[in-house]
């Protein structure tokens, strides 16, 4: 199975501020990258598709990139609405594997 | 746009049969991917695996052939069998679209499954 590894777990951040979260696979997986955005008591919402491909009505603050290996999720300018945890999931190979998830939470 | 509902019993006794089925308005299930994908209280997502609106499957080899999926194309529904259900089992369970690539773009509300005596 591939192995997803995000990082940080979690962190703290203030509205307005630049947040960046990494997930790294442990092999390489083309750019078969999903980014979900998770609230408390929710489902998932998919933000990004194809590692950097912005899912229809998502906020434009939101980014992705990086192919092989390596990819990343920004937020440019965090947004109140935005506090919740991030997942990474790879759709290069079977099965299908997420990462553990980044807490954003209120500094 | 398409709307998934998941729907079953929230409580299931240890080395029972635990059944869901995935109910999707806003469109059709032919032509996609629906996946069932777990996440245990406080923890993270396990892909539990995906029926094709052919009916064919993947699942993941961690639920060690214990669970089945069907599809009933007519009544736009899709369904999961986890057999031999443990207390390792108790999870929020989603159904998801699996989009063009098994990218999971929309997701049920999901519904708390117990395995309690």
């Known amino acids: 199975d591939i192995q997803m590894t995000q990082s940080p777990s979690s962190l703290s951040a203030s509205v307005g501020d630049r947040v960046t979260i990494t997930c790294r696979a442990s092999?390489?997986?083309?750019?078969?990258l999903a980014w979900f955005q998770q609230k408390p008591g929710k489902a998932p919402k998919s933000l990004i598709y194809?590692?950097?491909s912005l899912q229809s009505g998502v906020p434009s603050r939101f980014s992705g990139s990086g192919s092989g290996t390596d990819f990343t999720l920004t937020i440019s300018s965090l947004q109140p609405e935005d506090f919740a945890t991030y997942y990474c999931?790879?759709?290069?190979?079977?099965?299908?594997?997420f990462g553990g998830g980044t807490k954003v939470e209120i500094k | 746009q398409v709307q998934l509902q998941e729907s079953g019993p929230g409580l299931v006794k240890p080395s029972e049969t635990l059944s869901l089925t995935c109910s999707v308005s806003?469109?059709?299930?032919?032509?996609?991917?629906w996946s069932w994908i777990r996440q245990p209280p406080g923890k993270g997502l396990e892909w539990i695996g995906y029926?094709?609106?052919?009916?064919?499957?993947n699942y993941n080899p961690s639920l060690r052939s214990r669970a089945t999926f069907s599809v009933d194309t007519s009544n736009n529904q899709f369904s999961l069998k986890l057999r031999s259900v443990t207390a390792a089992d108790t999870a929020v369970y989603y159904c998801?679209?699996?989009?063009?690539?098994?990218?999971?773009?929309?997701w049920g509300q999901g519904t708390l499954v117990t395995v309690s005596s």
């Open positions: 092999q390489g997986i083309n750019n078969y």
């Open positions: 998801a679209r699996g989009g063009n690539y098994l990218e999971h773009d929309s």
């Open positions: 029926i094709f609106y052919t009916g064919s499957t």
């Open positions: 194809s590692a950097s």
């Open positions: 999931q790879q759709y290069n190979s079977y099965p299908l594997t």
């Open positions: 806003g469109g059709s299930i032919s032509g996609d991917y």
